[in-house]
């Protein structure tokens, strides 16, 4: 049995199913980040594990304890909220202590464990103050010590890193990954940023209207989404789409026509790819750091917009008549990665080489049935 | 040429002043008078006293001043207190309530807030008169206290409504019942809607005439508007002791509000935060 198993979770608003019938297992120091957009239920999903929000249906097994229907003090979890919620007539080191005042402990015993997280998170400097003194990185970094003090068996993260500016929300990232390595414990992290999930987790969970699309590591999910959504809610610029169908396939390669492009392109296809056949309409997704200048099968295109980044550049290109699949985007352009400078100008013509290696193919239900052929480093 | 933003600030200040004018100069008359003599009071009633004597607040004194400021600090100070412990206990149950008939129990103190006193005085004299509370303090104190809850409970309602969710998750999971997360965390954190309240019905006890006349009448139990009542029917034509009767009454709540006038100001312009 796992550290903590989640089984047939469900909680309704009403008439809304906030959790349709979720269900995964965490092992012991674990970092697992729930991914998804606004109003997936990852929230709702951890205010349950919390005991904020009464679960409708489902069970919670913490340590091989029902923790189902305890109060939030008694289950052995510790939350981080986005906006620190901090006891502003209390100063840190009351706020830090607080839990475990309310759990009876005795005052010299509160001040050690008070005093080996603020040591651990470098805050012993502030413990006198009160938090409306400190910054928001500081503040943070009380709300977290507040958690390391109860030393609860599961960390409870919910955005925290959104209220503070992008260089610090790097910094915490970093020391986030330290502080799960040095105290081994295990952490369940909701974010909706790709980059906090990709780097921080042992395992993503990419949560959908209620819905696990899909769990496993940064890079399973990467390089092996098990469909469309999760395609394109990794990865930063966006995975680009575009429309194709079937004009031939065998059990070794397919070839895709499509509209506005004279020549097919083939892709080859192994065990892993699912069922096609010939006349399926399908969606072609190439990542914008596969697209290159030498792959023989080309779209045409001229360059609307480039983000010269130093080390990288990115451009974004307009291939009409191929359009991508950007419900969001004004303009159906491709986004394309180079990780060098390169001088080019707007309205340069490009061609954009489609290697068929780098290629996703998914179905008209979203599912993948084509992956990449990924090249792991050595 | 002077700016426009100039000439609107020059207007201002002129309302504000004749506004501030009109309303001291009736309180300015009173602190006058009670420093004047009786024949001075009528002979030459604007002018200032002749002598800064302080006979008039030796009379009023002495027909038991002291013991009517005592009998008002105390329905006070009792008051005010049992208004705000019902009403924030009231006000944070039906703030974070659900239920349709919690919300209807909300809009019926509401309601209870436009009923006036004189209303209802007398099946609530025969209430309080059945109830063996006539001439005790314990019933006055339940009668104001009754009249001063709705007005904060929506002020408290409305506070309450604000504030912020995170910090009761925060302390459900550090261990708190609701009654330590309103009595630890939500509590010391009200300071300015407590003040506000409290300036709100200190100066509705302290100055409330009616309910106190009509349920306090042993003299030695009497609140001080009722009190001074009774200097004008003793010495009639003592406007001097009545007037340094009214200054003395003044004090008290006087430096209510300047201790609490900082929380006031600010949640009147926080509307209630």
């Known amino acids: ?378 | 040429m002077m700016s426009k933003f100039r000439i609107t600030k020059i207007a201002l200040y002129g309302i504000m002043i004749l506004w501030s004018t009109f309303v001291l100069m009736p309180l300015v008359w009173m602190v006058l008078a009670s420093f004047k003599t009786r024949r001075e009071m009528f002979t030459a009633p604007y002018d200032l006293p002749s002598a800064l004597t302080l006979d008039s607040f030796e009379r009023a004194w002495g027909v038991g001043l002291g013991w009517f400021i005592a009998n008002s600090a105390l329905i006070t100070v009792s008051s005010v207190g049992l208004i705000i412990l019902v009403s924030g206990t009231a006000a944070y149950v039906l703030a974070r309530a659900k239920s349709v008939w919690l919300r209807m129990a909300y809009i019926a103190i509401v309601v209870g807030f436009a009923v006036p006193v004189a209303a209802v005085i007398v099946p609530l004299y025969q209430m309080v008169s059945a109830a063996g509370f006539v001439n005790s303090y314990v019933g006055l104190i339940i009668v104001t206290s009754a009249y001063g809850i709705p007005f904060t409970v929506i002020l408290f309602f409305a506070f309450f409504l604000d504030f912020p969710k995170e910090l009761e998750e925060a302390a459900r999971l550090d261990g708190c019942s609701k009654q330590q997360i309103f009595f630890r965390i939500i509590i010391p954190l009200s300071g300015p809607a407590v003040a506000s309240a409290a300036i709100f019905q200190a100066v509705f006890v302290w100055n409330e005439f009616l309910l106190a006349l009509l349920l306090l009448n042993s003299p030695g139990r009497k609140t001080i508007p009722v009190g001074i009542l009774q200097l004008q029917g003793e010495f009639t034509s003592d406007w001097p002791a009545i007037m340094a009767g009214l200054s003395l009454a003044t004090v008290p709540l006087l430096l209510v509000f300047i201790v609490l006038q900082k929380y006031f100001v600010r949640s009147l312009a926080g509307l209630g935060k």
């Not at chain 1, 502003?88 to 080191?93: D, E, L």
């Not at chain 1, 413990?127 to 970094?141: A, F």
């Not at chain 1, 890193?161 to 915490?172: C, E, K, P, V």
């Open chain 1, 1 to 378: 049995m796992s550290f903590l198993e989640i089984t047939n979770i469900v909680k309704d608003y009403g008439a809304f199913r906030a959790i349709n019938d979720v269900s995964f297992s965490v092992e012991e120091g674990e970092f697992i980040v729930m991914v998804g957009p606004s109003g997936c239920g990852k929230s709702t999903l951890l205010r349950s594990l919390a005991g904020l929000e009464d679960i409708t249906s489902g069970s919670l097994i913490l340590g091989g304890r029902d923790i189902t229907r305890d109060e939030p003090a008694d289950r052995g979890v510790a939350m981080v909220f986005q906006n620190y919620a901090l006891y502003p007539h209390m100063t840190v080191a009351q706020n830090m202590g607080f839990g475990l005042k309310m759990a009876g402990q005795s005052k010299a015993d509160v001040k050690v464990a008070v005093e080996r997280a603020a040591k651990t998170l470098r805050i012993t400097d502030h413990l006198h103050k009160r938090p409306k003194m400190l910054s928001g990185g500081q503040r943070q970094r009380v709300a977290i010590g507040r958690a390391i003090t109860r030393s609860p068996d599961v960390f409870l993260f919910d955005e925290p890193l959104s209220n503070l500016d992008a260089s610090l929300r790097a910094q915490m990232r970093v020391e986030l990954g330290h502080l799960h390595a040095e105290l081994g414990a295990t952490m369940i992290y909701v974010t909706h940023d790709q980059v906090e999930a990709m780097t921080m987790a042992s395992r993503i969970i990419v949560l959908n209207g209620g819905d696990i699309e899909q769990i496993g590591t940064p890079l399973e999910l990467y390089n092996k989404p098990a469909n469309r959504f999760v395609a394109e809610f990794l990865g930063s610029p966006r995975i680009n789409l575009f429309d194709g169908k079937i004009a031939a396939i065998n059990a070794q390669t397919a070839s895709i026509k499509i509209d506005g492009i004279a020549d097919h392109l083939e892709i080859s296809l192994s065990s892993d790819s699912g069922p096609m056949a010939s006349g399926d309409k399908v969606t072609v997704g190439i990542r914008p750091e596969s697209i290159n200048d030498t792959a023989p099968w080309k779209i045409p295109a001229k360059i609307s917009v480039i983000e010269s980044l130093g080390r990288e550049t990115l451009f974004y290109v307009n291939a009409d008549p191929v359009k991508t699949l950007d419900p969001d985007a004004k303009d159906p352009l491709f986004a394309v990665h180079k990780s060098n400078q390169i001088t080019a100008q707007i309205g340069d013509d490009i061609s954009l080489g489609i290697p068929q290696e780098g290629v996703f193919l998914f179905n008209e239900a979203g599912e993948t049935v084509r992956y990449p052929i990924t090249q792991t480093a050595p």
